[in-house]
């Protein structure tokens, strides 16, 4: 099946430092990732939509200076999360949907990146 | 913004029954998912529903998507220790052809007492 590979699994940052997260399609081409966060006993929420070649799309509330996302090709989206601060401690969460000639496969996500800023 | 309102929070079970969760949007979604989580992990795609109406099973699990596309119900039958986790709905909206993101409910926490 479609495998959404993320990395780091986990990272701790000093304040004001910034972490880049990698998600990648491992046996099939995303031309659309999104981006969630999700916050201690809470659901996930999403963050942003990653479209390769071209500027990502940010829900409301969420900082595009401070989330920068690159969709340099079509297997390979990235999250840098730029001078962060202890609030942005979260686990974020990337997805892509699988569509092919064959149908409709869903939304598969990555493992997840567990980030704690110190 | 579209909401999910996922119900129950949390269930304490015996080992054997049967559960049932469900979700309620006042929005219509094209598509409606379920997934699991389990901690630190990222959520697990169980079933997915496509069309009003949909019945479909995933060996213990039975989920249905509402005719009017505004809700959803999934079962877990017999239920095992393997079970445990949080259980999240999930609907994709009406709009934008698959370019949108998926709206989550704020899960259910499935916990199992021997």
């Known amino acids: 099946g479609a495998v959404v590979s993320q990395h780091p699994s986990r990272v701790i940052c000093k304040s004001g430092t910034s972490v880049k997260i990698e998600c990648r399609s491992l046996?099939?081409?995303?031309?659309?990732m999104f981006w969630y966060r999700q916050f201690p006993k809470q659901s996930l929420m999403l963050m942003a939509t990653?479209?390769?070649?071209?500027?990502?799309?940010?829900e409301q509330g969420v900082e595009k200076d401070k989330f920068l996302i690159n969709h340099a090709s079509l297997t390979l989206s990235t999250l840098t999360v730029t001078s962060a601060h202890p609030e942005d401690s979260s686990f974020y969460i990337c997805s892509a949907r699988i569509l092919s000639q064959g149908g409709d496969y869903g939304y598969t996500f990555g493992s997840g990146t567990r980030l704690t800023v110190v | 913004g579209q909401q999910l309102n996922q119900n129950p929070q949390s269930m304490f079970i015996q080992e054997g029954e049967d559960v049932s969760m469900n979700c309620t949007s006042s929005?219509?979604?094209?598509?409606w998912l379920w997934y699991k989580q389990d901690p630190g992990e990222g959520p697990v795609l169980l079933i997915a529903?496509?069309?009003?109406?949909e019945l479909t099973s995933n060996g213990r699990l039975t989920a249905q998507f509402g005719i009017t596309r505004k809700d959803s119900f999934l079962n877990i039958s017999a239920s095992i220790p393997s079970d445990v986790g949080i259980y999240f709905c999930?609907?994709?909206?009406?709009?934008?052809?698959?370019?949108?993101?998926?709206?989550f409910g704020k899960g259910t926490h499935l916990i199992i007492q021997p």
């Open positions: 929005s219509i979604f094209n598509t």
């Open positions: 529903l496509y069309k009003a109406g």
């Open positions: 046996d099939f081409q995303a031309t659309t």
């Open positions: 999930a609907g994709q909206p009406m709009e934008g052809g698959g370019a949108d993101g998926l709206t």
């Open positions: 990653s479209n390769e070649g071209s500027k990502a799309t940010y």
